[in-house]
């Protein structure tokens, strides 16, 4: 790419303040700047080979390689979307590259004296392979321009950066990660969106439970940690960090709903007075904002009273129980979607005929596909065809991850146990004629009376002959069990239920079999549970509830994977991991804060966004681990996804062997 050099052309008065060669104040910082993540930025572009640099007006230019090519190199954008991959490769990949490309972020900290102390932050993107050298010189070139009353950050942007400059010293290079960052950053979406409503602040769990009943849809809760039982409100506001993966927040994403931490929520608060006052709460990609409401607004009911999620009729036929790798995704109406999604799973791993490159067929204009990237992640040739790229598609899959072994109970056995009992039935009837006359007031007693009920109604002995039966019959027979739910109301598009129903993980004997399965049986008879389904327009006489039964699993390592990044929704390169040690459900129910990374599955690389409850990061053997899991996710969203766009939300763990196992695949809810 060189060439005849171009200076930028001259713009309209007043139109584009970039320029070049010019050393960085911190007014002309601000001039140029846009902002990103709620912090002012400035992106900037060295030339190496004329030893200058490109402050580019953020306003005017908002892609670093569009500038470098047109207003540099002299191209037309036709001719660089003709090639535009290998003008990304010249600029983020080239080892011998002109140009550096990069992005000055102003940020703030406190002085031991309280005072605000600002300081720059200089950042690649994600994608950008530059090496040790690279990097010091890129920095040594800008501090060297900066104003030096300034402190100047470097941070790498990818794992890859993190190893090259191991071996640097700090004084030369002087640094800080993104999880450092992220730590201190005092605001930060995780669902965007826009409500009207009344602002409730909690300031403990044992406030928000004393008026949790009175919450409404025009109610906009604000406390520390949301608890996952919240009902359906207008908008969500934490005080403390958490997850986009946690599940208040897939909450909030399937709820279509705003979502974000505040740190200085209290202060805020406080300050203007806002506890119970109406306000107008904004959720952007780059900024968090509340307004103040002079008087009570007019709301109009809002569209989720108007929802209606379509479920397909449960099939109540007398089926056997099976083993999970019989099941296929089409057994959803008799065993429940997350056992039908196992199944599928399994077959998907067996078979290895499933087309799990489609995603990468779509275009990406102005690249027609991306299937050049896939090869590239998969180690195939550059000119491998569509078989090729399936075939090594499915075999990266089958040899990076494993289905869980179990059994499925059908919704049969369910359906046989309800209908044994008089009292049930019953209890059934005044439900349902409570759901019939919107009579709120008397759900959760008599949900929590047919809870109980069902948990202590003696399973007829066919029924639970065909239970112990089918674990005795196995493998399993005498190891400690997982008994999970597997509804016809959760895992769908539009009604995930996070955290809704119940599973067990300490199951041991056929007693605690049979009572496992009664409390998973209950779960779908929760006061929260029959009151969202019934916001959502999923009749009670609809809904059954499967059961899986697997063999207990230790686990090194576990947690949950989304095939998208849910802070930023048009990014279709990341995929959104969360982990920690042990046990995946340790970060399903928010007890600890996991450790949180974006892959990228397009050019490759991998960075932590936070290291949460953890004193320190993974080793870079188990994130490379985690790269090739992100990577699978996104390759198994071509098959389960309604179409290859939809991302998934998966449940997963790491064997004290080091194996990947799935527990679970659902659509996740944008």
Same mark, same amino acid.
């Given at each position: 790419?060189?060439?005849?050099?171009?200076?930028?052309?001259?713009?309209?008065?007043?139109?584009?303040? &970039?320029?070049?060669?010019?050393?960085?104040?911190?007014?002309?910082?601000?001039?140029?700047?846009?902002?990103?993540?709620?912090?002012?930025?400035?992106?900037?572009?060295?030339?190496?080979?004329?030893?200058? *640099?490109?402050?580019?007006? %953020?306003?005017?230019?908002?892609?670093?390689?569009?500038? %470098?090519?047109?207003?540099?190199?002299?191209?037309?954008?036709? =001719?660089?979307?003709?090639?535009?991959?290998?003008?990304?490769?010249?600029?983020?990949?080239?080892?011998?590259?002109?140009?550096?490309?990069?992005?000055?972020?102003?940020?703030?900290?406190?002085?031991?004296?309280?005072?605000?102390?600002?300081?720059?932050?200089?950042?690649?993107?994600?994608?950008?392979?530059?090496?040790?050298?690279?990097?010091? @010189?890129?920095?040594?070139?800008?501090?060297?321009?900066?104003?030096?009353?300034?402190?100047?950050?470097?941070?790498?942007?990818?794992?890859?950066?993190?190893? @090259?400059?191991?071996?640097?010293?700090?004084?030369?290079?002087?640094?800080?990660?993104?999880?450092?960052?992220?730590?201190? /950053?005092?605001?930060?979406?995780?669902?965007?969106?826009?409500?009207?409503?009344?602002?409730?602040?909690?300031?403990?769990?044992?406030?928000?439970?004393?008026?949790?009943?009175?919450?409404?849809?025009?109610?906009?809760?604000?406390?520390?940690?949301?608890?996952?039982?919240?009902?359906?409100?207008?908008?969500?506001?934490?005080?403390?960090?958490?997850?986009?993966?946690?599940?208040?927040?897939?909450?909030?994403?399937?709820?279509?709903?705003?979502?974000?931490?505040?740190?200085?929520?209290?202060?805020?608060? @406080?300050?203007?007075?806002?506890?119970?006052? *109406?306000?107008?709460?904004?959720?952007?990609?780059?900024?968090?904002?509340? %307004?103040?409401?002079?008087?009570?607004?007019?709301?109009?009911?809002?569209? *989720?009273? /108007?929802?209606?999620?379509?479920?397909?009729? +449960?099939?109540?036929?007398?089926?056997?129980?099976?083993?999970?790798?019989?099941?296929?995704?089409?057994?959803?109406?008799?065993?429940?979607?997350?056992?039908?999604?196992?199944? =599928?799973?399994?077959?998907?791993?067996?078979?290895? $005929?499933?087309?799990?490159?489609?995603?990468?067929?779509?275009?990406?204009?102005?690249?027609?596909?991306?299937?050049?990237?896939?090869?590239?992640?998969?180690?195939?040739?550059?000119?491998?065809?569509?078989?090729?790229?399936?075939?090594?598609?499915?075999?990266?899959?089958?040899?990076?991850?494993?289905? +869980?072994?179990?059994?499925?109970? +059908?919704?049969?056995?369910?359906?046989?146990?309800?209908?044994?009992?008089?009292?049930?039935?019953?209890?059934?009837?005044?439900?349902?004629?409570? #759901?019939?006359?919107?009579? $709120?007031?008397?759900?959760?007693?008599?949900?929590?009376?047919?809870?109980?009920?069902?948990?202590?109604?003696?399973?007829?002995?066919?029924?639970?002959?065909?239970?112990?039966?089918?674990?005795?019959?196995?493998?399993?027979?005498?190891?400690?069990?997982?008994?999970?739910?597997?509804?016809?109301?959760?895992? #769908?598009?539009?009604?995930?239920?996070?955290?809704?129903?119940?599973?067990?993980?300490?199951?041991?004997?056929?007693?605690?079999?049979?009572?496992?399965?009664?409390?998973?049986?209950?779960?779908?008879?929760?006061?929260?549970?029959?009151?969202?389904?019934?916001?959502?327009?999923?009749?009670?006489?609809?809904?059954?509830?499967?059961?899986?039964?697997?063999?207990?699993?230790?686990?090194?390592?576990?947690?949950?994977?989304?095939?998208?990044?849910? &802070?930023?929704?048009?990014?279709?390169?990341?995929?959104?991991?969360?982990?920690?040690?042990?046990?995946?459900?340790?970060?399903?129910?928010?007890?600890?804060?996991?450790?949180?990374?974006?892959?990228?599955?397009? =050019?490759?690389?991998? /960075?932590?966004?936070?290291?949460?409850?953890?004193?320190?990061?993974?080793?870079?053997?188990?994130?490379?681990?985690?790269?090739?899991?992100?990577?699978?996710?996104?390759?198994?969203?071509?098959?389960?996804?309604?179409?290859?766009?939809?991302?998934?939300?998966?449940?997963?763990?790491? $064997? @004290?062997?080091?194996?990947?196992?799935?527990?679970?695949?659902?659509?996740?809810?944008?």
């Amino acid at each position: 790419m060189s060439g005849t050099r171009v200076l930028p052309s001259p713009a309209a008065p007043g139109t584009d303040a &970039t320029v070049v060669g010019e050393n960085l104040s911190l007014p002309l910082f601000r001039t140029l700047s846009g902002v990103l993540a709620g912090h002012p930025y400035v992106k900037v572009v060295v030339d190496r080979a004329e030893h200058t *640099w490109h402050l580019l007006d %953020t306003a005017v230019h908002p892609f670093h390689v569009n500038y %470098t090519a047109t207003r540099i190199l002299g191209m037309s954008l036709a =001719e660089l979307d003709a090639c535009l991959d290998e003008f990304n490769a010249s600029v983020y990949t080239d080892p011998d590259r002109r140009f550096l490309l990069g992005v000055l972020s102003l940020h703030a900290d406190e002085d031991p004296e309280g005072r605000e102390r600002p300081f720059l932050v200089l950042e690649t993107t994600e994608a950008d392979t530059m090496d040790g050298a690279l990097l010091q @010189e890129f920095y040594g070139f800008v501090r060297e321009r900066v104003d030096g009353r300034l402190p100047l950050l470097l941070k790498p942007a990818n794992h890859g950066q993190e190893h @090259e400059l191991a071996v640097i010293s700090e004084v030369r290079v002087p640094r800080i990660l993104s999880h450092q960052l992220f730590v201190s /950053r005092p605001r930060t979406p995780l669902n965007t969106g826009e409500a009207v409503g009344r602002l409730r602040w909690f300031r403990s769990p044992e406030e928000y439970r004393e008026h949790a009943a009175g919450l409404g849809w025009a109610d906009i809760v604000a406390m520390d940690r949301l608890p996952d039982d919240v009902p359906r409100v207008a908008g969500f506001i934490n005080a403390a960090p958490i997850t986009p993966l946690s599940h208040t927040n897939v909450l909030a994403s399937g709820w279509g709903i705003p979502n974000a931490i505040v740190r200085d929520l209290r202060q805020l608060v @406080e300050a203007d007075a806002l506890d119970g006052a *109406w306000v107008r709460y904004r959720v952007d990609d780059d900024e968090i904002s509340f %307004t103040r409401l002079g008087s009570v607004p007019e709301l109009d009911e809002p569209a *989720w009273h /108007r929802q209606r999620i379509r479920l397909e009729p +449960p099939l109540l036929e007398d089926v056997p129980v099976l083993e999970l790798h019989r099941l296929r995704g089409a057994d959803r109406d008799r065993y429940g979607t997350k056992a039908a999604n196992l199944g =599928e799973l399994h077959h998907v791993l067996d078979s290895r $005929t499933a087309d799990l490159t489609a995603y990468y067929g779509r275009p990406r204009p102005p690249r027609r596909d991306l299937y050049g990237h896939l090869a590239s992640r998969l180690a195939a040739p550059a000119d491998a065809g569509p078989e090729a790229l399936r075939s090594a598609a499915a075999r990266f899959v089958a040899e990076t991850i494993r289905a +869980p072994e179990g059994i499925a109970l +059908p919704f049969a056995l369910q359906h046989r146990f309800l209908i044994s009992s008089p009292a049930l039935q019953q209890g059934l009837g005044k439900l349902k004629m409570a #759901l019939e006359l919107s009579a $709120t007031d008397l759900l959760d007693s008599l949900c929590l009376h047919l809870q109980q009920l069902v948990r202590g109604t003696p399973i007829p002995e066919e029924v639970a002959a065909r239970i112990t039966g089918a674990v005795g019959d196995r493998p399993i027979a005498g190891r400690r069990l997982v008994v999970r739910s597997s509804s016809n109301a959760e895992d #769908l598009p539009g009604f995930s239920a996070a955290g809704m129903y119940d599973s067990i993980t300490t199951v041991r004997g056929t007693a605690e079999l049979l009572d496992a399965v009664r409390q998973v049986w209950a779960s779908l008879l929760s006061p929260r549970s029959v009151r969202l389904r019934h916001q959502a327009g999923i009749p009670l006489d609809d809904t059954y509830m499967g059961v899986i039964v697997q063999e207990y699993v230790p686990a090194s390592l576990g947690g949950v994977l989304v095939t998208c990044n849910p &802070t930023r929704r048009e990014d279709f390169r990341n995929v959104y991991l969360n982990c920690t040690p042990g046990s995946p459900e340790k970060v399903v129910d928010g007890t600890v804060l996991p450790l949180q990374y974006l892959y990228n599955t397009v =050019e490759g690389g991998g /960075r932590t966004v936070a290291v949460g409850s953890a004193v320190e990061d993974l080793p870079p053997a188990h994130r490379a681990r985690l790269a090739d899991l992100a990577l699978t996710g996104r390759l198994l969203q071509s098959h389960f996804g309604a179409d290859p766009e939809d991302p998934l939300d998966i449940e997963w763990l790491m $064997t @004290e062997q080091g194996d990947f196992r799935l527990v679970q695949i659902r659509p996740y809810a944008l």
